[in-house]
């Protein structure tokens, strides 16, 4: 018998495969492939995601209220344009689903996240690439890739996972050169890492005009990445279509309670902060001193390069074989790139070990 036969374009997409968490006859693995927080969740959330065990019967608020209220005064921001989803995976979906389909295309830079491009193709829309200046997103390139076609336009800042970013006066500058029919999407899920004056959110940007919109996460700083919670901030006429598309109870009870608390918790942000700043300038420096390029980067991870594909897998296993899970960046067209998390501080130091005892005998 012949199988249906899914949408044009959906087995053109290679699946996206998350990090590995376990290494076959290790005990202690080091797991540095996903840039989550190694500090975890705070306690705040922890106790609110226990709490939420009494009442797993019961279906959760669909709107998600609570959560966009607490959301909307941590960020001074219109809950009323606040929409949440299971991760920004999710809402990235959901925008491409709502936006894009056959014959229309989907703007990113070359080095953007992997899954605007599988999301665009799964809607039977073409993904399209525009290329770097030094990891870098170019606002020109991206601006002379726009087409009639064109849609929505993904923008990671900072982006995942080269780390480097754009100033919100480039920012501005992409907003200004687009069509008013092509949604531009911040994607700012590593927003919290960065304290530096050029850098912004896009939160501004929403405000001022219609097609544009932010997407945050409580994947990483936060620390609730198996909970899978992200939110998008919108006009009010793309958060009614996102509304109207999303599941009714997209958002588990426990991670509703958790994101509340999360969101409250300042001082699980800034130690978080803190020690990745540390750890970040760290690793930076040792492995830089190893003879590896290390990118500057404005997220929780960094990008180390080597020569060519065969030193970086060769790298990937010898870390492997420690317990040292890393993740290679083939899938994103750097087949001589790993990229690392920043971890906790031996685990920051078993990595540098490592990299020398095999850089060393190479």
């Known amino acids: 018998m012949t199988p249906p036969e899914p949408r044009p374009g959906v087995m053109d997409v290679a699946p996206y495969v998350g990090g590995s968490h376990e290494v076959a006859g290790v005990d202690r693995v080091i797991v540095l492939s996903a840039?989550?927080?190694?500090?975890?969740?705070?306690?705040?959330?922890?106790?609110?995601?226990?709490?939420?065990?009494?009442?797993?019967?019961?279906?959760?608020?669909?709107?998600?209220?609570e959560l966009r209220q607490a959301i909307g005064k941590r960020f001074s921001l219109d809950p009323g344009r606040i929409v949440c989803g299971a991760g920004s995976d999710e809402l990235i979906s959901l925008l491409i689903r709502a936006y894009a389909g056959p014959g229309d295309e989907v703007l990113q830079s070359r080095y953007g996240f992997l899954m605007y491009a599988i999301s665009a193709t799964t809607a039977g829309a073409t993904p399209v690439m525009a290329p770097e200046t030094n990891l870098t997103a170019n606002v020109d390139a991206l601006l002379d890739h726009v087409t009639e076609r064109t849609r929505l336009l993904f923008l990671a800042n900072p982006n995942n996972p080269t780390g480097t970013y754009l100033p919100g006066s480039e920012l501005r500058r992409l907003r200004e050169g687009l069509r008013?029919?092509?949604?531009?999407?911040?994607?700012?899920?590593?927003?919290?890492?960065?304290?530096?004056?050029?850098?912004?959110?896009?939160?501004?940007?929403?405000?001022?005009?219609?097609?544009?919109?932010?997407?945050?996460?409580?994947?990483?700083?936060?620390?609730?990445?198996?909970?899978?919670?992200?939110?998008?901030?919108?006009?009010?006429?793309?958060?009614?279509?996102?509304?109207?598309?999303?599941?009714?109870?997209?958002?588990?009870?426990?991670?509703?309670?958790?994101?509340?608390?999360?969101?409250?918790?300042?001082?699980?942000?800034?130690?978080?902060?803190?020690?990745?700043?540390?750890?970040?300038?760290?690793?930076?420096?040792?492995?830089?001193?190893?003879?590896?390029?290390?990118?500057?980067?404005?997220?929780?991870?960094?990008?180390?390069?080597?020569?060519?594909?065969?030193?970086?897998?060769?790298?990937?296993?010898?870390?492997?074989?420690?317990?040292?899970?890393?993740?290679?960046?083939?899938?994103?067209?750097?087949?001589e790139s790993i990229r690392v998390t920043v971890g906790l501080e031996d685990e920051n130091r078993a990595l540098v070990e490592a990299l020398a005892e095999h850089l060393g005998a190479s």
């Not at 989550?36 to 959330?45: F, M």
């Not at 019961?58 to 709107?63: A, C, I, L, S, V």
């Not at 996460?217 to 009614?240: N, Q, V």
């Not at 999303?246 to 999360?262: H, K, L, S, Y």
Request: net charge negative.
């Open 35 to 65: 840039n989550e927080n190694p500090l975890g969740p705070g306690e705040p959330a922890k106790e609110a995601y226990r709490a939420a065990a009494e009442t797993l019967h019961r279906y959760p608020e669909g709107g998600a209220e």
């Open 180 to 335: 008013a029919d092509v949604i531009l999407v911040i994607d700012a899920a590593y927003a919290e890492y960065i304290d530096v004056p050029d850098y912004a959110t896009g939160a501004e940007l929403v405000t001022e005009f219609d097609n544009v919109v932010m997407l945050r996460t409580f994947s990483k700083i936060f620390g609730l990445a198996a909970l899978r919670l992200g939110w998008a901030y919108g006009p009010p006429a793309i958060i009614d279509v996102l509304n109207r598309v999303r599941g009714p109870f997209n958002i588990t009870a426990p991670a509703q309670a958790a994101g509340v608390a999360a969101v409250g918790d300042e001082d699980h942000v800034r130690t978080s902060r803190a020690h990745n700043s540390r750890w970040m300038a760290w690793l930076t420096q040792q492995i830089g001193g190893l003879g590896l390029e290390v990118p500057p980067s404005a997220g929780n991870f960094i990008l180390m390069r080597f020569a060519d594909k065969a030193k970086a897998d060769a790298a990937y296993e010898f870390l492997w074989s420690r317990g040292i899970i890393a993740r290679l960046m083939g899938g994103y067209g750097l087949p």
